[in-house]
């Protein structure tokens, strides 16, 4: 079932990389497959050319790395852009091409640039990188303030950055910024509140589970997001960040139904008859390999949550399908996703060994 799942996902990267002409895609209808683009302002943009970089690790076909690379190259516009998921942006759309291939230097180029831009937004009072006006306006989170879909991604961007220019404060900074979100969106029972603000010292002053079920709910991809940012920043520093890693790890797979894919939201009253979120499911398969790779042998349960997207979650044309986007806005509820597809084939790859889990 894996390797059929693996071939179907090369598959529709293939489809749609023919058919992209510099767009980026967001979300797909289920049965047609039909994508709805953006253009290089989307936040999702850089796991396009994620896709991409991944399939030519699997494949070895220079064609994927040509396209990837023309993909990434859009987003050279965007590294000053007002967001902190600058960190999605160019970590996976540029970072991971440079740590697959080091000889990449245009992509490492980028990635640093990046992170270097994003280095100069650090608020010194929380010790971390809040929000953007961009993050504010669009999606209404708080700024200054913390938010866990700015952790992922954001971690290795800036240590893959200090690695390759010696800037040591690069790391510093994603360390402490790995320690903020920690300090304030993690809740003492291991679930994770989506976002939260702080006063002029940094200190806690409320949460909110901006796009979840309620203000207090536990949103499946928050959850997933603090996962992976949480295992990445655990291979970057230890034993500091392994132990909270695995309390949000634990938490997710206590309170995920039998079946292994989760629901969009934990608390949402109309579960069973909810939407599933099989992107969240992705990304939290993908950060159970990360602790797996740490020696965590407890978290190779991702193998049956990968085995159950694969089984009942694949599309006749080969992406993951049912990932819920935006919920409360009634947008993309049962869709196929990019970034969905990015951490089921991650996933798949890790588990082959094609790529080391911690490397990304």
């Known amino acids: 079932m894996r390797s059929q799942a693996l071939a179907g996902l090369l598959r529709r990267i293939e489809q749609t990389g023919r058919i992209a002409s510099g767009r980026f895609p967001v979300f797909a209808d289920p049965g047609s497959g039909e994508w709805t683009w953006s253009d290089d302002r989307a936040w999702s943009s850089g796991f396009w050319p994620g896709v991409l970089w991944l399939a030519e690790a699997a494949t070895g076909e220079a064609r994927f790395a040509a396209l990837a690379a023309e ?42 640039a990046a992170a270097r831009s994003l280095a100069a937004d650090f608020d010194p009072a929380a010790r971390l990188l809040s929000p953007g006006t961009q993050d504010a306006s669009l999606y209404g989170w708080p700024r200054p303030g913390a938010c866990i879909d700015g952790l992922p991604g954001t971690v290795p961007l800036l240590a893959f950055a200090a690695t390759r220019t010696g800037d040591g404060r690069l790391r510093d900074i994603a360390l402490a910024h790995a320690r903020g979100h920690l300090a304030l969106c993690l809740r003492p029972d291991g679930s994770v509140a989506q976002s939260a603000t702080y006063d002029h010292q940094g200190r806690l002053r409320g949460r909110a589970s901006i796009e979840g079920s309620s203000q207090d709910s536990t949103w499946a991809r928050a959850q997933a997001w603090a996962m992976l940012g949480l295992a990445q920043a655990a291979h970057l520093a230890g034993a500091e960040f392994t132990h909270p890693a695995k309390r949000a790890a634990d938490w997710y797979l206590d309170h995920l139904p039998p079946d292994g894919v989760c629901f969009w939201d934990f608390d949402d009253p109309a579960i069973p008859h909810a939407p599933r979120d099989t992107s969240a499911a992705a990304i939290a398969a993908a950060a159970l390999l990360k602790l797996a790779a740490l020696g965590e042998d407890q978290y190779r349960p991702a193998e049956r949550i990968i085995d159950a997207l694969a089984a009942r979650h694949l599309a006749a044309h080969g992406g993951l399908r049912d990932g819920c986007y935006e919920q409360r806005n009634g947008l993309a509820t049962s869709h196929e996703l990019i970034w969905g597809d990015y951490f089921l084939l991650e996933a798949l790859l890790a588990l082959d060994q094609v790529i080391r889990p911690a490397t990304l």
Not at 77 to 94: E, K
Request: no cysteine.
């Open 71 to 112: 993909s990434a190259q859009r987003l050279q516009a965007r590294t000053g852009t007002p967001t902190v998921l600058r960190g999605f942006m160019f970590w996976y759309g540029a970072g991971i091409a440079a740590v697959l291939d080091p000889n990449r230097q245009a992509q490492a180029d980028l990635a640093i």
